[in-house]
């Protein structure tokens, strides 16, 4: 699943490759890709995309009126074409760009979103409401969350998964930062400290932050399928190992509240509980 380094990657390359296009035509062929009457989402035709954000596993193509909201879920891609092609039976929707071009939305598992909304000032947008702040926000005070969270008797993975404890980790990113903070992720977050959760938001910025430099992570059959490729894999720390890139052990990999979740027993640990 692309997580926030892979929709970063995406949005950048986007913001590149197209710029200030204006959107002509729009071609829905899977309808619950819309998650809208089609008459709203069609709003966004003869509307000039103005700024690419992002906020957590977000994209947001902002025009002139309203904005584009897509989320890629699972295997969501997207493909810019010079000329109008064949397709093939997992591309869902088909915009045609004013510059002659086309971008397509391929998903093999069809489980990815797209919803047109009014444009709002700084992301404030209705569907983020419930989100935590974006995880790599420079403002995330580790204080508040350690107040918040810390009284919950949930594993350390479920929070970080959470997306209203920070928006955009993955299950990717979620192995790496338990590794970085020497944490078991399946250590109850009632038993964490506070330094415990500076050392998450500390680990959370530096590991999203080098994953993007990197133009993210491709594991399985994640490509940004915009002439990126991914090179996060190459430092992964524990996800996908098969020995520890630290200290040379063997790395176990667990089911964890229903997620696969990779550890090394050596260089993480449970927290004691407390009295």
């Not at 997580?3 to 390359?13: D, W, Y």
Request: with cysteine.
């Amino acid at each position: 699943m692309p997580e926030l380094p892979e929709v970063e990657t995406v949005r950048k390359t986007l913001m590149a490759q197209l710029g200030s296009v204006e959107i002509e035509d729009v071609k829905v062929l899977w309808r619950n890709i819309v998650d809208q009457d089609l008459k709203d989402f069609e709003r966004i035709v003869h509307q000039r995309i103005e700024a690419y954000q992002r906020y957590g596993k977000y994209l947001i193509f902002e025009c002139e009126k309203d904005a584009l909201i897509v989320h890629l879920r699972m295997e969501g891609k997207f493909y810019i074409l010079d000329t109008e092609q064949p397709y093939d039976k997992h591309v869902h929707v088909i915009f045609r760009l004013s510059d002659g071009r086309y971008l397509q939305y391929h998903d093999t598992r069809k489980f990815g979103k797209m919803k047109v909304v009014p444009k709002q000032e700084n992301l404030q947008y209705t569907c983020f409401e419930k989100l935590g702040k974006d995880a790599i926000d420079p403002t995330i005070d580790s204080f508040e969350l350690y107040q918040k969270w810390h009284p919950k008797k949930i594993h350390l993975k479920k929070m970080l998964l959470d997306q209203s404890f920070l928006a955009g980790i993955g299950n990717i990113y979620a192995d790496e930062i338990c590794f970085s903070c020497g944490l078991d992720p399946q250590s109850i977050v009632y038993d964490l400290s506070r330094h415990d959760f500076e050392n998450i938001v500390f680990h959370t910025h530096r590991i999203l932050m080098g994953a993007i430099r990197s133009g993210g992570t491709t594991i399985r059959s994640y490509t940004s399928s915009l002439g990126v490729s991914g090179l996060f894999q190459l430092k992964l720390k524990v996800h996908h190992q098969k020995v520890c890139q630290v200290c040379g052990s063997p790395v176990e990999k667990i089911q964890s509240d229903g997620r696969g979740t990779y550890r090394c027993r050596k260089c993480q640990k449970k927290k004691r509980k407390r009295g």
